[in-house]
């Protein structure tokens, strides 16, 4: 860092508004595919751990190990199979969304109360039905609490693929930030993660309370 | 998939493991030191807040919206918003292990502070009542009713903070503060991915190891009396033991 330099230079974030807008824009696209890929794969697992209980104790172990390793080595150790690409950066990802989504969903649906079931199957409710029409908006909150959480740590874990070359804003806090003793880049990335991790939860919130508008007077 | 084995091979070398400016000895020690001290700081500064605002339920919702915005601060951003501060105060002192273990405490000290709150609210207030009616002093209500009620849960914020905190110290390495993380980051500059990925298992292993010794800490610290069976309880945001990826 040169001497004098200001932590903030407004003149610096004028000048660069569009790069700082394509970093953004790369962020928020490699949170959303994660995320979404993560939702799909987890839903997948989190029903067959349901309907083949003895799987739910090793689909956990498993994710819950890959979740303990740092993200940077886990990036690293991914290189030897799919490269220095995207589809790297996105496979860790999607694998760090797994355990707090499969854990979730499936409490989520197992805390669907049995007279709510059997309610449903009185009045001729298929099980198929039955699970998309009943179960599963009774679960929605839990489901979309989970989602929350998987988004906001993806937000955070982005940053870190900027050392195999992707990055989004973690271009802007360790390339052009801490590598070049350049503060205004470090802040304004920063900033921008914390934002995009609290506009996406408010997001999420609205989206539950849209989908279970029953639930309002409950509060949450 | 070679890279593995020569990743292993990169491991494997004595000569890797002693050299003193550079070796993994002495990047394992400053992770480890690193790691230690700032969990050390987390809970010193931590812990006392949590259980005070659980205990008295005083400042709780203002101290609990900062610890949920401190952890929307992605774990990198910890080292960047602290390292151009210490610079500045410190000059070449400003870089290596002080933005380090500042960063890392700033990160280590909010599933803390949130899981000792969490866990203390959860007390039963009968069981409160009755050490008050058996005229136990306030602090003794806390040390010998509250707080081994809450040990669970506390331990687990103390667990998660520590895996978090061992996972970031890899990224101390772009501020200076060597550590395993140091051989990740100088190898893909210099494109040596043996060394990245012989330290990456390192890394991976010792995050590993870290869970699992709080974990087994945590089983053994509970009282009896009051563990609990296999329920889980969802994961809410902002709730307890949110375990978080990290650096």
Known sequence: MNAGEPFIRFDWIIDNLDQIGQRLGEHVLMVVASVLIGF????????????????????????????????????????????????????????????????????????????????????????????????????????????????????????ITTFIGLGGLGYLIINSGTRRFFPTSIYVGVALCVVLAVVADLLLLWLQRRLTPWAAAQGR | MELFGQGIAWLADPANWTDPRNGIFLRLWE??????????????????????????????????????????????????????????ALGRGGLGFVPSVIALTALGIPPIVTNAYAGMREVDADLVEAGRGMGMRELDVVRQVEIPVALPVILAGIRVSAVQIVATATLAAIVGGGTLGDFIIQGIFVRALDRVVGAAILVAILAILTELAFSLLERRAISPGIRRGGQTAPIEPGGVALPRVAG
Do not use: C, K
């Open chain 1, 40 to 159: 799909a794969i987890s839903f997948g697992l989190a029903l067959l751990a349901r309907s083949h209980r003895w799987t739910y104790g090793p689909i956990i172990a498993v994710t819950s190990t890959l979740y303990a390793i740092p993200s940077l080595a886990l990036f690293v150790l991914l290189i030897p199979i799919t490269g220095l690409s995207l589809t790297t950066g996105i496979v860790a990802l999607v694998l760090y969304t797994l355990l707090i989504l499969v854990r979730n969903i499936v409490v989520a649906l197992d805390g669907v109360p049995p007279e709510v079931v059997e309610a449903a199957t009185g009045m001729g409710y298929g099980p198929l039905q039955r699970f998309w029409r009943v179960e599963l908006p009774v679960a929605t909150p839990v489901i979309v609490a989970g989602l929350r959480i998987a988004t906001v740590t993806t937000v955070g874990l982005v940053a």
């Open chain 2, 31 to 88: 992770h480890v030191s690193l790691s230690a001290a700032a969990l050390a700081a987390a809970i010193a500064i931590g812990l006392p807040i949590g259980l005070w605002i659980g205990h008295t339920g005083r400042g709780a919702t203002a101290v609990i919206a900062i610890a949920n915005i401190g952890r929307a601060v992605p774990s990198i951003g910890w080292l960047g918003i602290v390292f151009p501060l210490t610079l500045v």
